[in-house]
Protein backbone atom coordinates (compact mmCIF):
# COMPACT_ATOMS: atom_id res chain seq x y z
CA UNK A 1 0.00 0.00 0.00
CA UNK A 2 1.09 4.08 -0.38
CA UNK A 3 3.62 4.82 2.71
CA UNK A 4 3.90 8.72 3.42
CA UNK A 5 4.56 11.02 0.66
CA UNK A 6 6.61 14.29 0.98
CA UNK A 7 6.41 16.86 -1.77
CA UNK A 8 8.62 18.02 -3.10
CA UNK A 9 11.60 16.22 -2.63
CA UNK A 10 14.16 18.79 -3.32
CA UNK A 11 13.71 22.58 -2.64
CA UNK A 12 16.38 25.22 -3.26
CA UNK A 13 15.20 28.64 -1.77
CA UNK A 14 17.00 32.06 -1.72
CA UNK A 15 17.30 33.69 1.89
CA UNK A 16 13.96 35.28 2.22
CA UNK A 17 11.93 33.53 0.17
CA UNK A 18 9.05 31.93 1.83
CA UNK A 19 8.77 28.06 1.15
CA UNK A 20 5.67 24.93 1.86
CA UNK A 21 6.24 21.27 2.38
CA UNK A 22 3.23 18.66 1.88
CA UNK A 23 3.14 15.47 3.54
CA UNK A 24 0.54 13.09 2.73
CA UNK A 25 0.14 10.41 5.40
CA UNK A 26 -0.93 7.04 5.26
CA UNK A 27 -4.69 7.31 4.66
CA UNK A 28 -6.65 7.02 8.05
CA UNK A 29 -3.67 7.62 10.46
CA UNK A 30 -4.63 9.94 12.74
CA UNK A 31 -1.83 11.04 14.05
CA UNK A 32 0.91 13.23 12.19
CA UNK A 33 4.52 14.63 12.76
CA UNK A 34 7.03 16.97 11.85
CA UNK A 35 10.78 16.58 12.23
CA UNK A 36 13.47 18.25 11.27
CA UNK A 37 16.86 16.45 10.36
CA UNK A 38 20.30 18.95 10.20
CA UNK A 39 23.24 16.96 8.47
CA UNK A 40 25.14 14.52 10.43
CA UNK A 41 21.71 14.86 13.52
CA UNK A 42 19.03 12.31 14.10
CA UNK A 43 15.72 13.92 13.41
CA UNK A 44 14.03 16.34 16.17
CA UNK A 45 10.92 16.96 16.56
CA UNK A 46 9.09 20.29 15.77
CA UNK A 47 4.96 19.55 15.66
CA UNK A 48 2.26 17.12 16.14
CA UNK A 49 -1.33 16.55 15.26
CA UNK A 50 -3.94 14.77 16.11
CA UNK A 51 -6.41 14.69 13.02
CA UNK A 52 -7.12 18.40 12.56
CA UNK A 53 -5.92 19.28 15.80
CA UNK A 54 -2.15 20.75 15.96
CA UNK A 55 -1.17 19.66 20.35
CA UNK A 56 1.64 20.11 19.83
CA UNK A 57 4.27 22.65 18.31
CA UNK A 58 7.09 22.83 21.10
CA UNK A 59 9.81 21.92 18.68
CA UNK A 60 9.21 24.80 15.97
CA UNK A 61 12.04 26.91 16.48
CA UNK A 62 10.66 30.39 15.42
CA UNK A 63 7.60 32.38 14.54
CA UNK A 64 8.29 31.74 11.05
CA UNK A 65 7.59 28.34 10.98
CA UNK A 66 3.72 27.14 10.84
CA UNK A 67 1.99 24.16 10.21
CA UNK A 68 -1.33 23.06 9.29
CA UNK A 69 -3.73 19.86 8.60
CA UNK A 70 -7.03 21.69 8.06
CA UNK A 71 -9.23 18.79 7.07
CA UNK A 72 -7.02 15.75 9.13
CA UNK A 73 -5.15 14.26 6.90
CA UNK A 74 -2.78 16.22 4.21
CA UNK A 75 -0.28 18.80 6.05
CA UNK A 76 1.58 21.97 4.88
CA UNK A 77 4.63 23.00 6.87
CA UNK A 78 5.21 26.65 6.27
CA UNK A 79 8.46 28.46 6.71
CA UNK A 80 8.22 31.79 6.22
CA UNK A 81 11.35 34.39 5.36
CA UNK A 82 13.80 31.72 5.23
CA UNK A 83 17.44 31.98 6.60
CA UNK A 84 20.39 29.34 5.91
CA UNK A 85 20.03 27.62 9.66
CA UNK A 86 16.65 26.28 7.80
CA UNK A 87 18.48 24.33 5.67
CA UNK A 88 17.66 20.89 6.51
CA UNK A 89 15.48 17.48 5.99
CA UNK A 90 12.08 17.81 6.98
CA UNK A 91 10.83 14.20 7.77
CA UNK A 92 6.57 14.03 7.94
CA UNK A 93 5.61 10.73 10.33
CA UNK A 94 2.28 8.88 10.60
CA UNK A 95 1.14 6.35 12.73
CA UNK A 96 -2.91 4.92 13.52
CA UNK A 97 -3.23 6.52 16.57
CA UNK A 98 -1.50 8.71 19.20
CA UNK A 99 0.76 7.28 21.84
CA UNK A 100 3.17 4.18 21.45
CA UNK A 101 2.03 2.94 17.26
CA UNK A 102 4.88 3.19 15.22
CA UNK A 103 5.49 5.98 12.85
CA UNK A 104 5.91 5.44 9.23
CA UNK A 105 8.21 8.20 8.38
CA UNK A 106 7.99 9.70 4.58
CA UNK A 107 11.17 10.03 2.21
CA UNK A 108 11.80 13.68 3.13
CA UNK A 109 12.01 17.33 1.92
CA UNK A 110 15.87 18.30 1.69
CA UNK A 111 15.61 22.25 1.92
CA UNK A 112 18.64 24.49 0.90
CA UNK A 113 18.60 28.29 1.57
CA UNK A 114 21.04 29.87 -0.55
CA UNK B 1 23.07 18.34 27.45
CA UNK B 2 21.05 15.86 25.08
CA UNK B 3 18.14 14.16 26.02
CA UNK B 4 19.36 11.05 23.89
CA UNK B 5 23.57 10.76 23.58
CA UNK B 6 25.34 8.24 21.67
CA UNK B 7 28.70 7.78 20.08
CA UNK B 8 28.09 8.76 16.34
CA UNK B 9 31.09 6.63 15.46
CA UNK B 10 31.69 5.28 12.93
CA UNK B 11 31.88 1.68 14.09
CA UNK B 12 34.29 0.15 10.98
CA UNK B 13 33.71 -3.78 11.27
CA UNK B 14 34.35 -6.81 8.91
CA UNK B 15 31.57 -8.60 8.11
CA UNK B 16 30.68 -11.43 10.74
CA UNK B 17 31.82 -9.97 13.80
CA UNK B 18 29.46 -8.87 16.61
CA UNK B 19 29.28 -5.50 17.54
CA UNK B 20 27.13 -3.30 20.62
CA UNK B 21 25.94 0.04 20.35
CA UNK B 22 24.76 1.77 23.44
CA UNK B 23 22.91 4.91 24.20
CA UNK B 24 21.51 6.83 27.22
CA UNK B 25 18.69 9.42 27.82
CA UNK B 26 17.95 11.71 30.31
CA UNK B 27 14.18 11.91 31.25
CA UNK B 28 13.50 9.19 33.43
CA UNK B 29 9.38 9.67 32.77
CA UNK B 30 10.82 8.04 29.20
CA UNK B 31 8.30 5.39 28.42
CA UNK B 32 9.00 3.71 25.22
CA UNK B 33 12.60 3.01 23.39
CA UNK B 34 13.48 2.09 20.09
CA UNK B 35 16.30 1.26 17.74
CA UNK B 36 16.02 3.00 14.47
CA UNK B 37 17.82 2.45 10.99
CA UNK B 38 18.30 5.47 8.57
CA UNK B 39 20.07 4.34 5.62
CA UNK B 40 22.38 6.92 3.57
CA UNK B 41 19.67 9.98 2.35
CA UNK B 42 16.98 7.56 3.28
CA UNK B 43 13.94 8.00 5.96
CA UNK B 44 14.26 6.52 9.10
CA UNK B 45 12.70 2.95 9.56
CA UNK B 46 11.76 1.10 12.61
CA UNK B 47 14.45 -1.98 13.50
CA UNK B 48 12.90 -2.50 17.07
CA UNK B 49 11.67 -1.71 20.13
CA UNK B 50 13.10 -2.18 23.42
CA UNK B 51 11.65 -3.64 26.45
CA UNK B 52 13.29 -3.86 30.00
CA UNK B 53 13.04 -7.58 29.86
CA UNK B 54 15.38 -7.40 26.62
CA UNK B 55 14.12 -8.47 23.21
CA UNK B 56 15.46 -10.17 20.40
CA UNK B 57 14.81 -10.66 16.72
CA UNK B 58 17.14 -13.03 14.81
CA UNK B 59 20.73 -11.29 15.04
CA UNK B 60 19.65 -7.94 16.74
CA UNK B 61 19.34 -7.97 20.67
CA UNK B 62 18.08 -4.96 22.08
CA UNK B 63 18.63 -4.43 25.92
CA UNK B 64 16.62 -1.40 28.48
CA UNK B 65 18.34 -0.36 31.80
CA UNK B 66 15.54 1.66 33.30
CA UNK B 67 17.66 2.01 36.52
CA UNK B 68 20.61 3.12 34.70
CA UNK B 69 18.91 5.17 31.58
CA UNK B 70 20.39 2.47 29.32
CA UNK B 71 19.42 1.20 26.06
CA UNK B 72 21.40 -0.95 24.60
CA UNK B 73 21.60 -3.00 20.35
CA UNK B 74 23.87 -6.22 19.89
CA UNK B 75 24.17 -7.08 16.17
CA UNK B 76 25.36 -10.62 15.91
CA UNK B 77 27.35 -12.26 12.47
CA UNK B 78 27.46 -8.61 10.77
CA UNK B 79 26.51 -8.55 7.31
CA UNK B 80 27.22 -5.95 4.59
CA UNK B 81 23.62 -4.89 4.65
CA UNK B 82 23.80 -3.85 7.92
CA UNK B 83 25.49 -0.82 7.32
CA UNK B 84 23.74 2.28 8.18
CA UNK B 85 22.94 4.88 11.08
CA UNK B 86 21.89 3.46 13.70
CA UNK B 87 19.31 5.84 15.58
CA UNK B 88 18.04 5.49 19.34
CA UNK B 89 14.97 7.26 20.30
CA UNK B 90 12.63 7.04 23.54
CA UNK B 91 9.04 8.21 23.47
CA UNK B 92 8.28 10.77 26.45
CA UNK B 93 4.79 11.90 26.81
CA UNK B 94 1.87 9.43 25.84
CA UNK B 95 1.72 11.50 22.27
CA UNK B 96 4.25 9.93 20.23
CA UNK B 97 6.71 12.49 20.13
CA UNK B 98 9.98 11.00 19.27
CA UNK B 99 13.16 12.16 20.67
CA UNK B 100 16.14 10.95 18.61
CA UNK B 101 20.03 10.11 19.36
CA UNK B 102 22.77 11.70 16.94
CA UNK B 103 22.87 8.42 15.76
CA UNK B 104 25.59 5.80 15.50
CA UNK B 105 27.06 4.87 11.89
CA UNK B 106 28.12 1.33 11.30
CA UNK B 107 30.31 0.05 8.23
CA UNK B 108 30.49 -3.05 7.65
CA UNK B 109 33.56 -4.24 5.14
CA UNK B 110 33.83 -7.04 3.23
Known amino acids: GAGVSQSPRYKVAKRGQDVALRCDPISGHVSLFWYQQALGQGPEFLTYFQNEAQLDKSGLPSDRFFAERPEGSVSTLKIQRTQQEDSAVYLCASSLWTGDYEQYFGPGTRLTVT | RKEVEQDPGPFNVPEGATVAFNCTYS??????FFWYRQDCRKEPKLLMSVYSSGNEDGRFTAQLNRASQYISLLIRDSKLSDSATYLCVVNVGNTGKLIFGQGTTLQVKP
Open chain 2, 27 to 32: NSASQS
